[in-house]
C-alpha cells in the first residue's frame, strides 16, 4: 500500500477542571461532542485512518475514542514523543518509524507542535483550533513522505463549523 491521505488533527477541547496533571487531562463535554462531529465528517468523506499514531496523553487517547468509536478496528500507536513535541521532533519520530505500509494516516497531537507541523507542509500559518483537523493528498507517490512539498491541502475540518 501507499500512503495517499494524511490527517494531521489536534486533540479536543480538554478539562482544566480536574486538577490532574497536564498529560492525564481529560476531554470537556464541548469537546467530546466536537470530536464525535469531525469523526462523522471523516466518515462521510470515506477518510477513515488505516492507522493512527497518537501522543500518549489522555485527551488525545479520548479525542481518538470519540472519532471513531472505542472498539473501532484501527492500527493504534500511542507514541510519548509526540507529547508537546516541536514539528522538528513530530518529524524526526515519523523518520524514525518510517513511511507506514496504509492508505490513510492520521496523527494526532498538541500545539505548538501540530501548528508547526501543519506550516511544514502547507507554508501557510494558521491557527490550528483544538478538535481541528487537516486532511492532505499525497501529489506524488515516489516523494518522502515526509517532504515538506509532498502533500496539497484539500480540506480543513473546524468543529466550530460544525456546531
Keep these: ?14 478539562s ?12 470537556n463535554t464541548r469537546g467530546r ?8 465528517v471523516l466518515r462521510a468523506k470515506t477518510c477513515v485512518p488505516d492507522a493512527i499514531w497518537l501522543s500518549d496523553s ?3 487517547r479520548e479525542t481518538v475514542a470519540c472519532l471513531f468509536g472505542e472498539d473501532a478496528e484501527i492500527h493504534t500507536e500511542f507514541l510519548s514523543a509526540f507529547y508537546h513535541a516541536s514539528a522538528n521532533k513530530i518529524l524526526y519520530t515519523c523518520q524514525e518509524r518510517g513511511e507506514p505500509d496504509v492508505e490513510t ?7 505548538p507542535g501540530w501548528e508547526e507541523l501543519f506550516y511544514h507542509f502547507t507554508q501557510m500559518s494558521r491557527q490550528l483550533p483544538t478538535g481541528a483537523c487537516a486532511i492532505f493528498t499525497r501529489k ?5 513522505w ?3 512539498k509532498a ?3 484539500t480540506d480543513f475540518i473546524l468543529p466550530r463549523d460544525l456546531e
Design 1 to 14: 500500500m501507499v500512503l495517499n491521505t494524511l490527517l494531521l488533527m489536534r486533540h479536543a477541547k480538554s
Design 16 to 27: 482544566w477542571s480536574h486538577g490532574s496533571d497536564d498529560h492525564q487531562r481529560p476531554l
Design 33 to 40: 461532542r466536537a470530536a464525535k462531529a469531525v469523526g462523522g
Design 58 to 60: 489522555a485527551r488525545t
Design 105 to 111: 494516516l492520521l496523527l494526532v497531537g498538541h500545539n
Design 140 to 144: 506524488d507517490p515516489h516523494t518522502d
Design 146 to 148: 515526509l517532504d515538506a
Design 151 to 153: 502533500w496539497r491541502l
